[in-house]
């Protein structure tokens, strides 16, 4: 091979090895885009959740939706908080925010007391995804709740409808929650509303109890003995159901003197099923809790969601919920009802 021909292909091979070397930096320089993406979408998204004491069985499955769902997305995880004292839940979301966790859930006690919170978050940019109740400052990302006036108003009428039917008059109470702006007072109003509606509906006593156990077995009580000839005692929440229900046992008028919820809270729908409570408005947190990690993860990564999210309730009695069981009515779908009833019948396990 000449000097010459040994000069030309050095030549080539530099131009091929340049080319190859451009090729690899141009893919390098491309690379940092597509890593940041993949890291950004295999992120853990942390969101911190605060709400009240997990133990009331209406509140725990808002946690459990929300793990369930952050389970299947893989790359979520939910921090939880359950207190029933509004000054802590306030600290909690300030310690979730201290953290920088990407966004906040919270069912508030008191939407005043977590204002602050609220606000803090927006300043920060961080996504506030409330469940159940609001804020009375800052901005909502979104809003998942049920429509609590109509859910009070629906278990009034099943009352006003059944229970009540052929009493001239029927005389009901209401056992609250605490007298605040708020779903719990919604739902108190609704079930005025829905009473109103029935001329032989005589509504003898509206008490509040700040959803305490203790103070909601005390107005039972005292209603039942305020008012001997009380027909009916409506209650909020599962608590004060289950505390009523106490009441009206210690009185021995288990089956003369009805009860009824707004809950849909296994312990309730047991007692439902046994013939301790005449009615309940099924909720279902889960599905809140479902769609607040949801919701999180959509506006974290530049998505946007509703500012208001209904979340389904349904009305039900013994009566419907035996049939649903032995499949002759069916539930609506795309929300657990059978398997809400099928877990209470089994005893709530």
């Known amino acids: ?83 029933n004292v509004p000054a802590e839940q306030l600290n909690a979301l300030n310690t979730y925010l201290a953290a920088n966790v990407d966004a906040i859930m919270f069912d508030p006690l008191d939407d005043s007391a977590i204002s602050p919170a609220v606000v803090a978050a927006n300043k920060k940019g961080i996504p506030v995804i409330a469940i159940v109740g609001g804020s009375q400052k800052g901005k909502l990302s979104t809003f998942i709740t049920p429509k609590w006036f109509n859910a009070g108003s629906a278990a009034a009428k099943q009352v006003a409808g059944g229970w009540c039917k052929s009493l001239k008059p029927c005389k009901v109470a209401i056992v609250g929650g605490g007298n605040a702006p708020g779903p719990g007072l919604d739902s108190g109003k609704g079930m005025i509303a829905g009473l109103k509606g029935a001329a032989n509906v005589q509504l003898v006593q509206n008490v509040y109890t700040d959803y305490s156990a203790e103070q909601s077995l005390k107005a039972a009580q005292q209603v039942l003995t305020g008012h001997p000839d009380v027909n009916f005692v409506m209650a909020w929440w599962s608590v004060g159901t289950i505390s009523t229900e106490s009441a009206i046992r210690t009185a021995n008028k288990t089956g003369k003197i009805g009860t009824a919820s707004l809950t849909g809270a296994c312990p309730v729908l047991k007692d439902m099923l046994n013939g301790l409570v005449y009615n309940d408005v099924m909720m279902f947190p889960e599905l809140m809790g479902s769609a607040g990690v949801t919701s999180a993860v959509k506006l974290i990564n530049g998505g946007k969601v509703p500012a208001v999210q209904a979340s389904p309730f349904y009305p039900i009695t013994k009566a419907k919920a035996e049939a649903i069981l032995a499949g002759k009515l069916k539930p609506p779908a795309g929300v657990p009802v059978l398997a809400h009833l099928q877990a209470a019948k089994a005893g709530c396990k």
């Open 1 to 83: 091979m000449t000097r010459e021909k040994r000069h030309r292909r050095l030549l080539v091979w530099l131009v091929i090895t340049v080319i190859a070397a451009c090729v690899v930096a141009a893919t390098a320089l491309g690379s940092p885009a597509r890593t940041s993406r993949t890291t950004a979408a295999k992120k853990t998204i942390r969101i911190g959740l605060v709400l009240p004491a997990l133990s009331n069985p209406f509140i725990a499955p808002i946690r459990d939706g929300a793990i369930a769902e952050a389970k299947k997305l893989g790359n979520v995880q939910v921090l939880t908080t359950g207190t």
